[in-house]
């Protein structure tokens, strides 16, 4: 069974910066996508980036509205680690973040919905 352990979340002023790290582990398999997603109390999970792990597509990137310009998702398939840089944080960033993993092929990469496999979750705390 997949495990996904996220690290790297914590607080920073608006402006800075935080780096997330995902390992996967419990699988020999590359899975076809990986990223992230954001959750804050009383809203629902938001797909903030994710990246095509596998295929002829590897390395696509696809950003929600709110990450384009500031974050950055990478993959390191020798490592099964994927990390998602954050850059010029604002306090709309706020939330507990999540890896997640995918083995289909299937669009709607940002639909949280499509992911079966999610980590504990890392807060990021940004503020003002």
Request: aromatic content about 10%; charged content about 15%; some cysteine.
């Amino acid at each position: 069974q997949v495990q996904l352990v996220e690290s790297g979340g914590g607080s920073v002023q608006a402006g800075g910066s935080l780096r997330l790290s995902c390992a996967a582990s419990g699988s020999t398999y590359i899975p076809s996508y990986m990223g992230w997603f954001r959750q804050v109390p009383g809203k629902e999970r938001e797909g903030v980036a994710v990246i095509t792990c596998n295929g002829a597509l590897a390395g696509t990137t696809f950003y929600g509205d709110s990450a384009k310009g500031r974050f950055t998702i990478s993959r390191d398939n020798a490592k099964n680690t994927v990390d998602l840089q954050m850059n010029d944080l604002t306090p709309d960033d706020t939330g507990m973040y999540y890896c997640v993993y995918r083995i289909d092929y299937g669009l709607a990469q940002l639909d949280p919905r499509r992911y079966n496999v999610w980590g504990q979750g890392t807060q990021v705390t940004v503020s003002s």
